[in-house]
Each structure stands twice: as C-alpha cells, then as structure tokens.
Antibody
Framework: EVQLVESGGGLVQPGRSMKLSCAAS????????MAWVRQAPKKGLEWVAS????????YYGDSVKGRFTISRDNAKSTLYLQMNSLRSEDTATYYC??????????????WGQGTLVTVSS | DIVLTQSPALAVSLGQRATISCRAS??????????MHWYQQKPGQQPKLLIY???NLASGIPARFSGSGSGTDFTLTINPVQADDIATYYC?????????FGAGTKLELK
C-alpha cells in the first residue's frame, strides 16, 4: 500500500524558515517524480514544486521560486521542502504527492494527509 | 498560465447524474492526449485522483465516475450519484508548466 506521511509543519513567524518532510513507503521511491501541492485555508489547490527521480531536476511555481527548495533522499525514501523567507500567504496545508505520467502529462496519483503550516507573528 | 474555470457548486439528487465541467483558457491537448485530470476532496481529507488524461479511471475508482472532453472543454460525470460522492471536485491541467488547478466545484444534495 502506498503511504505518504508528511511532518514538520506548525506555527512560524514571517521571514523565518521551516523544513517539511514526507516519508514514503509501499513503492520504489526512486522510480517516481515527487511533488508538493498546497492548499490555503478554505481555498483551492496550488502546485508548489516537483523533483525528478534522482533529484537532478527541480521545478517550482512562481510564487515560491527562489524561496523554497525541494529535495529528496532516495536511500531514506523521503521528500523534503525547505521553505525560507516565509510569508503570511504561504499559510496552507502542504501535501506530498507521487507524480505520474512523465512526458505525456503528469498527475498526482497518491497524496499524503498533509501538514499545516501557519505563518504568523 | 493556463486558467481552468469551474462552476462553484452543483446541486444534485441522489441516484441522478451529475455533470461537472472544466473549461481551459487554451487547449490542453497534445495529439491524442488530453492532459486534464480530476480529483475528489472531502472535508478534512486529502485530494484523491479520480480520472487522468481526461477519460482514464484511476485505480480503485468506481465505474460510476467517467471523464470526457478535449481541447478546452472537459466533463466529469458521476452516474448515479451516491451519498459518498458529496465532495469538492477539482480539475488539473498538465499541458503547460505550471500545472494549474480549477477552483473546484462543490457537489451538493438537492
């Protein structure tokens, strides 16, 4: 069974940093692109970042480019999101997702339960 | 960015057909591939993939869910609607980066 378990969320002050983790199990982690998708309270879904199989390629949404860094440790089957210079508009539930489809489009086939990040003073 | 437009809400009776639409600001199709995908999200839960590439049923999803469309106009159909289907439904395109989602359609009981 595919499982994705996020951790590391909580309350953080504006301008500070936070690192999220996502522990994967039930599949060969290195065989898949992985992604972070977030959802602000009572709002819709927003793709944040994606990473290739070995981590050599990374992709970011415009709203987080230059502030967030996605990475992975295939030996530990773990995905990370380092978030710097946090803003109030980054307040959201952050979901880890397994990405599928490759060159012919990509979709988010499995999602974790999410971890809430609240940016507030 | 490609903008996806969904109606905010749809009221339906149990046992009836529900048709949820998603319109893209430009084509999300390449050749025979329609790069539109659908998700279901219930309150307090993570999203769940229902349909990928417009018409392919994801693993474990009941056959009462189906998807269709091409170019800029896509539809998610639930027939018949069951009580467990009351949720918010999102479309997502992967034709161009960044991946974008619609704002969601909340399915409600009439």
């Amino acid at each position: 069974e595919v499982q994705l378990v996020e951790s590391g969320g909580g309350l953080v002050q504006p301008g500070r940093s936070m690192k999220l983790s996502c522990a994967a199990s039930g599949f060969t982690f290195s065989d898949y692109y992985m992604a972070w998708v977030r959802q602000a309270p009572k709002k819709g879904l927003e793709w944040v970042a994606s990473i290739s199989y070995e981590g050599s390629s990374t992709y970011y949404g415009d709203s987080v480019k230059g502030r967030f860094t996605i990475s992975r440790d295939n030996a530990k089957s773990t995905l990370y999101l380092q978030m710097n210079s946090l803003r109030s508009e980054d307040t959201a539930t952050y979901y880890c997702a397994r990405q599928e489809g490759g060159q012919l489009g990509n979709w988010f086939a499995y999602w974790g339960q999410g971890t809430l990040v609240t940016v507030s003073s | 960015d490609i903008v996806l437009t969904q109606s905010p809400a749809l009221a339906v009776s149990l046992g009836q057909r529900a048709t949820i639409s998603c319109r893209a600001s430009q084509s999300v199709s390449i050749s025979r591939y329609n790069l539109m995908h659908w998700y279901q999200q219930k309150p307090g839960q993570q999203p769940k993939l229902l349909i990928y590439r417009a018409s392919n049923l994801a693993s474990g999803i009941p056959a009462r869910f189906s998807g269709s469309g091409s170019g800029t106009d896509f539809t998610l159909t639930i027939n018949p609607v069951q009580a467990d289907d009351i949720a918010t439904y999102y479309c997502q395109q992967s034709r161009e980066s960044p991946n974008t989602f619609g704002a969601g359609t909340k399915l409600e009981l009439k």
